[in-house]
């Protein structure tokens, strides 16, 4: 017994002091001491497997101990797995501590003072990355973490329709019941801008649904949705990826940069709902991409256009010089019914604000 502890001690490096001996003569049969993981061969559908192992138990770590654990679920562009991480913290030393940063960047700490018990989900191709940290005085610190793996198919690529057409997707269209995880990637030429509408139903509240700036297999930044300001954001790379996890309407409004970077701003509106709209910055030009999702037709019934300089109408397109002009809003008779599944309206230097509800 006495022997093992000691192997374990050197391993990891520890300096003994006299006063700390009878902490360590008490120490566990645990020799976790390097920051190894599990064999990939332990990877597959409805694996679970653990850190530092060999059981799903809290393990015992020595003094000195400090490792980061990469743990990416693994995916390809049509085949993935997401992971159930649970954490389980046993931190006992005062300065002992986990620090999990999530798919998005944010990062969490763990010390004998937070929760004994974690969860993330990491969705396919992410990553999360735990650091395990005790300091030169052994306490017994304890962790695991476990992990459980579960396939899940990659959704559709969809090239982006150029400037001229509306680009929209509401993701509960492609759920079936069988997935955890519904996932969209659209591909352009370029950056690419996109917005969640608001809608009078709310949107589907979803703490499991991701935003990549990028592709499945290729993940230049994550966002969790509910999480992003603005209810907006444009990639840095020439793709970009939604992750719905939940049942309900999830729509997405795509532009490209360029059409983002004309109008200011762009957002976005989803009807057959009721909806107003009200500018906050009557200053400025902005564009608001309206969409029945449901199907053709919509009617604007209310409709209130304010300030000198202003100029404010609706085009057939998204909101770029491609598109025409089909109603001057400062001269309109309202109610008015477009035959279209979505339109832009624009705002120059105006207070505007209207309703739109699906016909
Ligand atoms: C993705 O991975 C799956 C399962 O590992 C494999 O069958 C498939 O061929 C891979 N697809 C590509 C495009 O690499
Ligand atoms: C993750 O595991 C926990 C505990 O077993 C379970 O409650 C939860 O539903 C799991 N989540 C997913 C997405 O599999
Ligand atoms: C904090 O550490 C003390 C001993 O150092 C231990 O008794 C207690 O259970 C720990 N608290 C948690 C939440 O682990
Ligand atoms: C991944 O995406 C980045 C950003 O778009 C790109 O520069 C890089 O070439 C891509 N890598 C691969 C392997 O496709
Ligand atoms: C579309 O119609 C369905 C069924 O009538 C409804 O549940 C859903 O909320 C509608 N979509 C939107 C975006 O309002
Ligand atoms: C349309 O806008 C693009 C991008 O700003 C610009 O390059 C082009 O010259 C404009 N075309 C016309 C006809 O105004």
């Known amino acids: 017994m006495l022997i093992i502890v000691l192997v374990a001690l050197c391993l990891a490096g520890t300096t003994v002091a006299l006063g700390e001996l009878s902490h360590h003569l008490q120490t566990p049969k645990s020799k976790i001491t390097d920051c190894q993981m599990f064999p990939s061969s332990q990877i597959y559908d409805g694996s ?3 850190i530092p192992g060999p059981t799903a138990d809290l393990q015992t770590i020595p003094a000195n101990f400090n490792c980061v654990y990469k743990i990416q679920a693994p995916a390809n562009a049509t085949d993935g797995m997401y992971i ?11 300065n002992d501590y986990i620090q999990v940063i999530n798919v998005d960047g944010y990062p969490t700490m763990y010390t004998n003072r937070s929760y004994q018990m974690d969860q993330y989900v990491i969705p396919p191709g992410s990553v999360i990355s735990v650091k395990v940290v005790t300091k030169s005085v052994y306490m017994a610190s304890q962790f695991s973490i476990i992990l459980n793996y579960h396939a899940n198919k990659i959704g559709p690529s969809i090239p982006m329709k150029p400037s001229t057409q509306f680009n929209f997707l509401d993701l509960n269209t492609l759920r079936d019941g069988k997935n955890f995880f519904t996932s969209v990637t659209f591909t352009n030429s370029e ?4 917005t969640f509408p608001e809608s009078n139903a709310g949107r589907t509240f979803c703490w499991n649904c991701f935003v990549i700036d990028g592709t499945i297999d290729n ?9 992003i300001e603005n209810g907006e954001i444009t990639t840095q790379s020439n793709a970009v990826t939604v992750l719905t ?11 490209t940069w360029g059409d983002a970077a004309q109008n200011n701003y762009i957002s976005s509106l989803a009807v057959p709902n009721s909806l107003t709209f009200k500018t906050t910055h009557p200053m400025h030009t902005g564009a608001i991409e309206v969409v029945n999702f449901n199907g053709t037709g919509i009617t604007m019934n209310q409709l209130s256009v304010q300030g000198t300089a202003c100029k404010a109408y609706v085009l057939n397109g998204p909101p770029n010089n491609q598109s025409q002009v089909i109603l001057d809003l400062s001269t309109a008779q309202i109610p008015h019914t477009f035959d279209l599944q979505a339109l832009s309206v624009v705002s ?10 699906g016909s």
């Open 48 to 50: 679970e497997v653990y």
């Open 84 to 94: 159930n991480l649970t954490l389980k913290n046993g931190m006992k030393g005062l």
């Open 191 to 194: 950056s690419i801008y996109i």
């Open 219 to 227: 993940q230049t930044a994550v966002y969790t949705l509910e999480n």
């Open 245 to 255: 996890s939940v049942d309900g309407f999830m729509g997405t409004v795509l532009d």
């Open 348 to 357: 120059e230097e105006c207070e505007i604000s209207f309703s739109v509800v």
